[in-house]
């Protein structure tokens, strides 16, 4: 006999819902759209969130190029990283990163978001980042919403 008018919904690959969403990144704050992209990857606003499960949706980041962040950290931030080999320590600006692929300084900063460990790098599939308006996911229906809407 089951008293419980309650139980606790455990999500597994095969009850996950995934959506398209498309998210304008015009005038955006780069960590406050950087954290609310990864949120809406992880699956932190639905209702059956399972920490060790694929349950996000898929993001579409629109305009890339037009995100902006504030004071002087476009040149005197420092990105770092290694080649592999001794001495190979490569240091670049954001500036240098925004000049040589835009869509870069977003992924990095969602990528730092994100768990380290298998399933993060699995999440970190589901982001496509498009400097422009286009993008070839038309045929997902990809349903465009509003950073304001998901505080």
Same mark, same amino acid.
């Given at each position: 006999?089951?008293? +419980?008018?309650?139980?606790?919904?455990?999500?597994?690959?095969?009850? !996950? &819902?995934?959506?398209? %969403? %498309? %998210? /304008?990144?015009?005038?955006?704050? +780069?960590?406050?759209?950087?954290?609310?992209?990864?949120?809406? +990857?992880?699956?932190? #606003?639905?209702? /059956?969130?399972?920490?060790?499960?694929?349950?996000? /949706?898929?993001?579409?980041?629109?305009?890339?190029? &037009?995100?902006?962040?504030?004071?002087?950290?476009?040149?005197?931030?420092? #990105? $770092?990283? #290694?080649?592999?080999?001794?001495?190979?320590?490569?240091?670049? *600006?954001?500036?240098?990163?925004? &000049?040589?692929?835009?869509?870069?300084? !977003?992924?990095?900063?969602?990528?730092?978001?994100?768990? &380290?460990?298998?399933?993060?790098?699995? +999440? $970190?599939?589901? =982001?496509?980042?498009?400097?422009? *308006?286009?993008?070839?996911?038309?045929?997902?229906?990809?349903? *465009? %919403?509003? =950073?304001?809407?998901?505080?």
């Amino acid at each position: 006999m089951d008293n +419980l008018s309650y139980k606790t919904i455990s999500a597994n690959q095969s009850t !996950v &819902k995934k959506e398209w %969403i %498309i %998210i /304008d990144a015009t005038n955006e704050v +780069l960590g406050r759209l950087s954290s609310a992209i990864a949120m809406i +990857l992880r699956g932190k #606003h639905k209702p /059956d969130f399972t920490p060790h499960v694929d349950c996000g /949706d898929n993001v579409i980041v629109i305009n890339a190029e &037009k995100v902006r962040l504030t004071g002087s950290k476009m040149t005197d931030r420092v #990105h $770092f990283s #290694h080649t592999g080999y001794p001495g190979g320590q490569r240091k670049t *600006t954001p500036e240098q990163m925004f &000049k040589k692929n835009p869509t870069r300084l !977003v992924e990095t900063a969602v990528r730092g978001m994100l768990p &380290k460990n298998r399933l993060g790098r699995q +999440l $970190f599939h589901n =982001l496509h980042v498009y400097t422009g *308006t286009e993008h070839p996911h038309t045929g997902q229906k990809p349903k *465009t %919403i509003d =950073l304001s809407s998901i505080k």
